[in-house]
């Protein structure tokens, strides 16, 4: 599900560059700052190597979902089945 | 070229051999959909006007059309509603690099929490009502008088903004997102007809109307304004995911805020309607942290957004309301 851990890190990695570039920082802070673009490099070699196969599957499972939404009559059970089953994934979901 | 020449070279070519010197030009903290720029003509004959320029972010949670804001914030002035006068546009971005608009600065600020913050509870009460009664006035306004600025929304509104706002779903997803199919869905099974379509501010809150002291001087970002359904603010104001912004626990409840609005302009409110109405805000919410999402991945925003679980959750419940509603 995006943002993957992938873009959120790339996106503070983005953000932490944009400082270093436009503002000028006191030499302690920009070596602050330069070591946490690192540790974010760090991280990014970190998640790449996580199972491939759990996203795909997450990723083919919602792709499903959405298709057979459109195909389950208005007002059946089986619709409100499915919203009840997605409440409760977002309730689930810690944000 | 800098934002400070790009400007002065835009005023000087709106306004010819009188332009004004432009000074104290700084950016507004606030406007996810815009960037504010607030700045200081000094005109020749030493008069100050204080103005706002705003810019299209390269990307954000909106994209919306300056020239359309412009034509309909000039459709306005001598409404009496409170919308900004504007000055001078720059559709295509020829001069600002971005299509951006001037126009003039009111006083007084945005206050988000004016409802729920510092404020004694009779004056909150009080500016919740006021709130209520300009969303009702512009309703009230003569769509006539804004001439054919605003295109017509047909006879079901409903069904007219749940396409567009499904269009920019389709553009702006990377992913499935079941939960909005399914409101696409339920929604589109029971979208609400409109007797008399009216002009809908599309994005009514406080912190949208200027406050100066305790007194309304402007409601602002007509952005998203358009002919539609009076019900789709309303359904806006009274969505869950917004009560700390519109009501008051135990003095100004939904009931109340309904109540008065219908008295206000001499109307009845049909809760099937309204129910579906509060379901559309929530996907809409959606939808923009959809493309939020979407700046950002393309980055063209550095802020991250993404649909949020409190918001889906919050649909989910509508779409659940709208089904018991229409069985």
């Known amino acids: 599900m995006r943002p993957t851990p992938e873009d959120v890190l790339d996106g ?56 057979l939404v459109h195909d389950l009559p208005a007002g059946s059970a089986s619709r ?7 409440a409760e994934r977002a309730a689930a979901d810690p944000g | 070229m800098e934002l400070q020449a790009r400007l002065e070279a835009f005023v000087r070519a709106s306004t010819g051999d009188g332009a004004p010197q432009i000074g104290g030009l700084r950016r507004l903290g606030v406007g996810r959909s815009r960037e504010n720029w607030v700045f200081d003509a000094r005109w020749p004959d030493g008069r100050l006007e204080p103005l706002i320029l705003r810019q299209d972010p390269a990307g954000g949670l909106v994209e919306t059309d300056r020239a359309l804001e412009f034509a309909v914030l000039r459709a306005l002035e001598g409404s009496g509603i409170g919308a900004p006068r504007v000055l001078w546009l720059d559709a295509d971005g020829q001069w600002m690099g971005r299509p951006s608009l001037v126009m003039h600065r009111e006083p007084g600020a945005c206050e988000y929490d004016a409802v729920n913050g510092h404020r004694p509870a009779p004056q909150r009460q009080r500016l919740a009502r006021e709130f209520c009664e300009l969303m009702a006035r512009v309703h009230e306004l003569d769509v006539a008088a804004l001439g054919d600025v605003l295109p017509d929304p047909g006879p079901r509104p409903a069904a007219t903004e749940l396409g567009a706002w499904t269009e920019i779903l389709r553009r702006d997803q990377l992913d499935a997102w079941p939960e909005l199919d399914l409101a696409v869905d339920a929604l589109a099974a029971s979208a609400p007809a409109c007797a008399r379509p009216v002009l809908v ?6 912190g949208n109307v200027l406050l100066d002291g305790d007194r309304i001087t402007a409601l602002l970002d007509w952005e998203l304004a358009h002919l ?18 519109h009501l008051i626990t135990g003095a100004w409840e939904r009931a109340d805020l309904i109540a008065h609005y219908a008295a206000f302009r001499g109307v009845e409110v049909d809760p099937a309607a309204l129910a579906w109405w509060n379901a559309f805000a929530s996907f809409k919410t959606a939808v923009m942290q959809v493309s939020g999402l979407r700046s950002f991945l393309d980055g063209r925003s550095d802020t991250l957004y993404r649909p949020h679980p409190k918001v889906l959750r919050a649909l989910l419940d509508a779409i659940g309301a709208l089904h018991a509603t229409h069985a």
């Not at chain 1, 946490?36 to 991280?43: D, F, G, L």
């Not at chain 1, 409100?80 to 997605?86: I, K, Q, S, W």
């Not at chain 2, 539609?228 to 912004?245: A, F, K, S, Y």
């Open chain 1, 12 to 67: 503070a990695d983005r953000l932490l560059r944009a400082v270093l570039e436009e503002n000028a920082l006191p030499a302690d802070a920009a070596d602050t700052v330069t070591d946490a673009v690192r540790m974010i490099k760090q991280a990014r070699r970190a998640v790449a190597g996580r199972p491939a196969f759990l996203a795909e599957d997450n990723n083919r499972m919602r792709a499903l979902l959405a298709d």
């Open chain 1, 80 to 86: 409100g089945r499915v919203r009840a089953y997605l």
């Open chain 2, 201 to 206: 501010h599309a994005d009514f809150k406080p």
């Open chain 2, 228 to 245: 539609g359904d009076p019900l789709e603010d309303l359904g806006w104001v009274t969505q869950p995911l917004r009560t700390r912004e």
